[in-house]
């Protein structure tokens, strides 16, 4: 009886091992089972226009984004928030992610031929991941694709949820759009509904034969690469800009501190605030201001526009916002260092002969330089900075007005990151060089003075 038992214990201990060996396995099956399939590897261009995945039929080119749509009447009469996809029918997938979800619209006709189903989860899954990859390119810093997991798959050009109406491939006045209004007819800019429109992603459905996917260069060779094809205008416009403004800004910076030591005190209030408001007021404000006064509507303004030499939207006009800006620093530093002098040492000079001119530029400038090198080099950093004013008085046009700071702007806005970080990179690298600059003069000119004082 004892052997019975010793034998049973034995066979449930031996089952109980076995069951325990079992059940991670069979646990891990069922895991690897359930569990989703992983994304698709896709093939993106080095141009960020066109991807595929390996194995496909069907491939992606042609790709945009477009992070804004208008809200205005199309054709003579309102549709709802528009997206303008192009100018042929049939041919482009269009995802319009709205809050929380988006709503792709695969044509029919280029469905049929590719032989794609929106309804089968394979190619559903190969569309998202391609469109994903395209789109992380041009997100530029907004809400990426690949954040919303909620995808709605489509062949009708009409398609409503959530009191939503999304009109997909739209033919108007020979473009082709799509539109996005309330079921009602409502506007989604103004009426209160849980989802509205954020952007809008548009691809070309193409055979994967057809797509030519060049990878993008890697180290030294993309670092190359980059370098030769960037567009360095920029660079050259703003050091035109700034080295010819620097020039008007010491002049006039100067005469200004002086001028203001010789007039009455009340009067010197009133031009001190003058001088010195551009540097308080955003550069958005100045830049109006300027547009206003060298435009159309005044005198001074339309006298260069009749002699041939408009000021706005003009390379001068990026001289000119500079100026105005940076004009403050000078001034101000210049006035300091004159306000610091000993008068007597004037009234001395006086005595002995000096004419005022002379005084200015034997005695004050020398006197003074240590402040003036400074409010220099501060000035040329803010006209090198400078980005509203310009803008609004110049405009973007590449290879006239186009600054580094108006480049970084619009390369970013254009989902062009890495020129954007490379400009960035030149403003921070001239600016590390100015502070630089002035800490070494600063401190020369207190070792100087402490010298002196022994």
């Not at 082709?176 to 309330?182: D, E, K, P, Q």
């Not at 010819?244 to 031009?271: D, E, H, M, P, W």
């Not at 108006?406 to 390369?411: G, K, N, Q, R, V």
């Amino acid at each position: 009886m004892t052997r019975t038992r010793r034998f049973i214990a034995g066979c449930c201990i031996a089952v109980a091992c076995a069951l325990a060996l079992a059940l991670p396995a069979i646990a891990h099956a069922d895991d690897g089972a359930n569990a989703p399939a992983p994304a698709p590897e896709v093939e993106v261009s080095k141009d960020g226009d066109a991807a595929l995945v390996e194995g496909s039929p069907f491939a992606i080119g042609e790709f945009s984004r477009a992070q804004k749509g208008t809200n205005r009447e199309v054709g003579g009469s309102y549709r709802g928030y528009s997206y303008l996809v192009g100018q042929e029918r049939g041919a482009f997938v269009q995802v319009v992610a709205a809050d929380g979800y988006a709503v792709a619209y695969v044509p029919p006709e280029a469905a049929e031929r590719l032989g794609v189903d929106p309804a089968n989860a394979s190619d559903q899954d190969v569309l998202k991941a391609c469109l994903t990859a395209l789109d992380a390119r041009q997100a530029a810093g907004s809400l990426p694709l690949s954040d919303i997991a909620d995808w709605r798959f489509t062949s009708d050009a009409s398609y409503e949820a959530d009191g939503v109406r999304y009109e997909f491939d739209q033919e108007v006045d020979g473009n082709v759009y799509v539109f996005v209004i309330g079921a009602d007819g409502s506007d989604l800019t103004q009426a209160d509904v849980p989802f509205k429109p954020s952007f809008a992603d548009f691809g070309r459905l193409e055979p994967s034969g057809d797509v030519s996917i060049v990878a993008a260069p890697t180290g030294l060779e993309a670092a190359g690469e980059f370098l030769r094809t960037l567009d360095w205008s920029p660079l050259g416009v703003t050091l035109k800009t700034t080295g010819t403004a620097i020039v008007f800004i010491f002049v006039l910076g100067l005469l200004a501190a002086y001028f203001c030591l010789n007039v009455s005190q009340r009067a010197k209030n009133i031009l001190d605030s003058v001088f010195t408001i551009p540097m308080v007021l955003p550069p958005t404000v100045c830049g109006f201001v300027l547009l206003w006064l060298c435009g159309r509507n005044t005198a001074f303004g339309q006298f260069f526009i009749d002699i041939g030499f408009p000021l706005i939207f003009s390379w001068p006009a990026t001289v000119i916002a500079a100026v105005v800006v940076a004009f403050p620093l000078m001034y101000r530093s210049a006035l300091g260092a004159f306000e610091n002098l000993d008068p007597n040492m004037m009234d001395a000079a006086r005595t002995l002969g000096w004419s005022n001119a002379k005084i200015f530029l034997r005695l004050m400038l020398p006197l003074s330089w240590s402040s003036i090198a400074a409010g220099t080099v501060l000035a040329f950093a803010r006209a090198l900075g400078e980005f509203g004013a310009t803008l609004f008085l110049a405009g973007n046009y590449l290879g006239v007005t186009r600054t580094i700071p108006i480049a970084i702007y619009f390369e970013w806005m254009n989902g062009n990151d890495g020129v954007a970080w490379f400009w960035t990179a030149i403003i921070i690298a001239f600016s590390f060089v100015v502070i630089l600059f002035i800490n070494l003069w600063s401190s020369r000119t207190t070792k100087y003075r402490k010298k002196a004082g022994e």
